[in-house]
């Protein structure tokens, strides 16, 4: 990732995105400051003083008692959380966090942990953990010093359209997918979620740069417009420019609401149509008798 990095990178880069994943280590967040791999990047950021690093990475943190509903017991007295997250890098001391918050059920976690908690074993079988990770309720919009912000999506979270918006609500002017696809394999499944990531950027308007690890990188204009994408299974950077879009369509404003109101309209016409054929069939029926 670094020479990658290093091949497109200048003392005017703005911003790196590395994709899900891309560190390989877990990282304790109770010692963030400490951490190996932190302290590599941040050494490798001075070449760069201007950049931000937006990448993908797995986290861990401690507690002295269950302070989740996902908190698991370390052995030793205390607990923890693991977390799929996403961090934003820079020179300084400033880290900002986010943790996944749509989680792929079956993989990594169960749905209502609380109740289903001893189904956790058979998450392994479906090719996930072994526990259920922690999540964030809200989505976290990673600023920067002139208050560009950067919606730090993760992977399966960038097929749910009304679920980005509120990046968009809470002042993001760019959308960075940081997505691991390789557990798709060579076939529509990777594709497929690229173009997902098209239709974030028509409904928010706003620039989208996507950044896989096995999958298709590439860069999403506000019109959904593909272009600089990389082949599968080949390592590449790209390098391009982004316009700070700001605003919000109708879409970031309402979401779903016009689907939503569709859904119910159709329930109604449905139960309509079922009372209104019973009560017709009983009239018929006491005709024929009379």
């Given at each position: ?7 497109q990178?200048d003392s ?6 590395w ?11 109770n010692?963030?400051?400490n951490d190996?791999s ?12 201007k950049s931000?690093l937006v990448t993908?990475?797995?986290?861990y943190k401690?507690?002295d008692s269950q302070?989740?509903?996902?908190a698991r017991?370390?052995?030793q007295?205390?607990?923890?959380d693991a977390?799929?997250?996403a961090i ?5 001391v400033?880290?900002q966090?986010y943790?996944k918050s749509k ?9 209502y942990?609380?109740l289903?908690k001893y189904?956790?074993p058979?998450?392994v079988?479906f090719?996930?953990?072994s526990?259920?990770?922690g999540k964030?309720e ?8 002139d ?6 999506v993760?992977?399966?979270?960038s097929?749910f ?5 509120e990046y968009i609500?809470?002042g993001?002017?760019?959308i960075f997918i ?7 394999g060579?076939?529509a ?7 997902y990531?098209a239709l974030?950027?028509?409904e928010?308007?706003r620039f989208?740069?996507?950044s896989?690890n096995?999958?298709t990188?590439?860069v999403?204009?506000s ?10 299974w080949?390592?590449a950077?790209?390098?391009t420019?982004?316009p ?8 970031v ?6 689907a ?5 309209f159709s329930?109604?016409l449905?139960?309509?149509?079922f009372?209104?054929?019973?009560k017709?069939?009983v009239?018929?029926?006491n005709?024929?008798r009379?």
């Open positions: 990732m670094f020479t990658l990095s290093s091949q990178s005017s880069t703005d911003y790196i995105a994709p899900e994943t891309a560190i390989p280590q877990g990282v304790l967040l010692n963030l400051e190996p932190i302290k590599k990047i941040k050494k490798f950021l001075h070449a760069y003083p931000k993908g990475f797995s986290s401690y507690y302070q989740t509903i996902t017991e370390d052995g007295g205390g607990f923890y977390f799929n997250s934003q890098l820079d020179t300084s400033n880290e966090i943790h989680l792929v059920v079956g993989v990594e976690c169960v749905p942990p609380g289903f189904l956790e058979l998450l079988q090719g996930g953990i526990v259920s990770l964030q809200h989505r976290s919009v990673f600023y920067s010093d208050s560009t912000g950067v919606a730090p993760i992977c399966y979270e097929i359209g009304d679920y980005c918006t609500r809470r993001a002017n760019f940081l997505t691991n696809d390789g557990w798709w060579n076939t499944g990777h594709i497929q979620h690229e173009r990531a974030r950027a028509i928010t308007r989208v740069i996507r896989a096995t999958g990188s590439c999403i204009n019109r959904g417009e593909i272009s600089n994408e990389t082949e599968y080949k390592p950077a790209i390098r420019e982004l700070v879009l700001k605003g919000e369509t109708f879409y404003k309402y979401g779903d609401y016009i939503q109101f569709a859904l119910g329930a109604l449905l139960i309509s149509t009372f209104y054929n019973k017709n069939g009239t018929e029926l005709s024929e009379n």
